[in-house]
């Protein structure tokens, strides 16, 4: 039996920084007056529009920047509309400005060495900071950043680590510092990490690999760099702690943190919000009435689902193939586990560096119960593999997918387990063109065939952990091959790629395939740099 003691901890980690020095404060940004979300802002004229598909990807809309102070729209659409001759497009084109484009003149030449191809696509997906908000819903950062391409014009947390790996193999160290400490800005300023800096995100995270980030810095500027971020790590597991104590034997969750019936303390993904998501209003709207389940709880599972980074997956939902059946929120994930044990992990390691030894104590004891839950709770001795576990029937989900690679990554398996993961990886989920996420065909994007760079990564750095080199390095040269085979026939690096029928595209999800691409740069420049 796995038992927390630690229910004071969010509190306590935050007291100890009155006597400590404060990170340096960035450049000062002037807040836009509130930061809601457009569906907040908007209302009934947000909702139309989105419905209306007046646009032909929701997320142009929620990206526009308003002419005028939203009130004053927002009144203007109240009196206008119902009158003779009102024309919605009109209007939103005459009270909207459209996002900004991210087209550069940028030409690709096949022919060029793909690193090169990478080295020339840096600056044209970095962006510039900026001082102050334009009335859209761009949240301006302080420093120069790195954006994944595509439609996605706004920095990413998950995606920005995988991205760091690219730009660590480049040499780009003061653009991972700059990435770093808009991160850590966003921390100081909303109090967490949202999904990406736009209004429309401040509900959720991502996948915190904030830890992993500041530990890539201090691989290139040293260990005085954990010192710096301490206080922004501790936000951070705050956040993700937040409501621990409120947790007993009748209230078993709250946002983001579970308690189990034998006291075993784990986390969730979670969104603050039960409402459509304002980027993907139409799809929402649509799934929740498809469902014949509480809209609000299909806009809280699909939200969870988004701050996963996995939208979508069959690994959250009940019936393993549709979306209509999302259960996010009822699922403890193993990879998320993995990741809050790194950051447990890493601020054990940072109070004992600044010498505050019971706070590292405190740390290390919450650290070790959830790594005993991890190889226990999620591990299926039968099956040899690693899966989420499913809160209400109190059993594993069974669904195989490349999350089962985060144990061996942060090396919380034992050798008999990373043993039993790599045969199944190898003999269920390597395909010829790398790792497929999970053995699903549903038209989601997170399922079979596709692969991404981010498990590409986690699973080769988790095999050669256990001293499986042959298996990963066929992975790696397989994930590498396809990556340059596309590369060589298109001009391009895509979000995804079909790892099964090296013939096809990648597809999937909500919207095309992107191109650019932020996170396939900084893998595959990692991977063939190694």
């Known amino acids: ?110 022919a060029r060495p793909v690193e090169k191809h990478i080295e020339a696509l840096w600056p044209i997906l970095t962006r510039q900071p900026e001082t102050q908000s334009r009335g859209g819903t761009l949240i301006p950062l302080p420093y120069p950043y790195v954006v994944p391409g595509g439609r996605f014009g706004e920095i990413y947390y998950w995606d920005s680590y995988f991205t760091m790996l690219g730009l660590q193999a480049a040499g780009e160290t003061e653009l991972i510092q700059h990435m770093v400490d808009n991160f850590a800005y966003l921390i100081d300023t909303v109090g967490f990490i949202p999904n990406g800096n736009r209004t429309y995100f401040l509900g959720r995270s991502q996948p915190p690999f904030f830890s992993l980030m500041v530990g890539l810095l201090a691989e290139e500027k040293g260990a005085d760099v954990w010192q710096k971020y301490l206080p922004h790590l501790a936000k951070e597991y705050a956040f993700w702690m937040e409501g621990l104590d409120r947790l007993n034997e009748s209230q078993s969750a709250y ?71 999302i259960q996010t929120a009822q699922i403890l994930p193993v990879d998320l586990n993995c990741l809050l044990l790194n950051l447990e992990k890493s601020l054990s390691a940072a109070y004992l560096a600044v010498g505050d030894k019971p706070m590292s104590d405190l740390l290390s004891a919450k650290a070790g119960q959830r790594e005993a839950a991890i190889r226990t709770l999620f591990y299926d001795e039968k099956a040899g593999f690693f899966f989420d576990y499913h809160i209400p029937t109190g059993k594993r989900t069974e669904h195989f997918t490349m999350a089962a690679a985060f144990p061996l990554f942060f090396k919380v398996a034992t050798a008999q387990q990373a043993q039993a993961v790599a045969a199944v990886l190898e003999h269920r989920l390597l395909k010829p063109g790398g790792f497929v996420t999970t053995e699903n065909h549903t038209g989601q994007q997170w399922d079979a065939p596709n692969g991404w760079a981010p498990l590409q990564w986690i699973a080769y750095k988790g095999l050669m952990n256990y001293g499986k080199k042959e298996l990963a390095e066929k992975a790696r040269k397989a994930w590498v091959d396809i990556n340059i085979a596309v590369y060589q026939r298109t001009g391009k690096l895509v979000e995804k790629y079909n790892v099964e029928d090296l013939s096809l595209e990648a597809g999937g999800g909500e919207y095309p395939v992107q191109d650019g691409f932020g996170w396939t740069n900084g893998v595959l420049l990692k991977l063939m740099s190694l």
């Open 1 to 110: 039996m796995i038992r927390s003691f630690l229910f004071l901890l969010p509190v306590l980690i935050l007291l100890p920084f009155s006597c400590r020095q404060a990170a340096p404060a960035p450049t000062p940004i002037s807040k836009a007056p509130s930061w809601l979300s457009p569906d907040e802002q908007y209302g009934a004229l947000f909702a139309e529009v989105q419905l209306a598909q007046l646009f032909p990807d929701g997320k142009t809309f929620a990206d526009c920047n308003p002419l005028f102070p939203p009130a004053e729209i927002r009144a203007a659409f109240d009196r206008e509309r119902g009158t003779e001759g009102f024309d919605l497009a009109s209007f939103v084109q005459g009270h909207f400005a459209a996002p900004e484009s991210l087209a550069s003149g940028f030409q690709a030449d096949p």
């Open 255 to 325: 946002r983001r943190v579970v308690r189990l019936a034998d006291g075993t303390i784990l986390n969730r993904y979670w969104d603050d919000r039960a409402a459509p998501r304002p980027e993907s209003f139409r799809e929402d709207v649509e799934t929740a009435k498809a469902s014949k389940r509480p809209i609000s709880e299909v806009y809280t599972n699909l939200r969870a689902a988004a701050e996963s980074g996995w939208d979508f997956s069959s690994r959250w939902f009940a019936d393993g193939q549709n979306l209509a059946s």
